[in-house]
């Protein structure tokens, strides 16, 4: 059974930082594409960060320079350091998982889903 299990979330300020992990299990972790989604009260679930096996990275334009993507093989743990946060960055963030060397930052790509941590970014 696959489990994708995210922490780190919270409340902030404007400014702050906060990092997301999700730990993996069920899955040959290592082999994964994995990623970051997020999704605001009324909106559609956006990407965030993608990270394939090799390590290659790819991020929402709109977020290159504050949020970094990151994974440790060893753990089966993937990571997003979240910097200088605006409130527009409130979501719930979610983990995503799927069996490829794509990078897409796609929710339709992904199979397997985590629960989701709320952010919340204060003004």
């Known amino acids: 059974q696959v489990q994708l299990v995210e922490s780190g979330g919270g409340a902030v300020q404007v400014g702050g930082s906060l990092r997301l992990s999700c730990v993996a299990s069920g899955i040959t972790y290592s082999t994964y594409c994995m990623g970051w989604f997020r999704q605001a009260p009324g909106k559609e679930r956006e990407g965030v960060a993608v990270?394939?096996?090799?390590?290659?990275?790819s991020y929402a334009d709109s977020l290159k320079g504050r949020f970094s993507i990151s994974r440790d093989n060893a753990k089966n743990t993937l990571y997003l350091q979240m910097n200088n946060l605006k409130p527009e960055d409130t979501a719930v963030y979610y983990c995503a998982a799927e069996s490829s060397t794509y990078l897409l930052l796609t929710p339709e790509f992904f199979s397997y889903w985590g629960q989701g941590t709320q952010v919340t970014v204060a003004s």
């Open positions: 990270m394939n096996r090799f390590g290659r990275a």
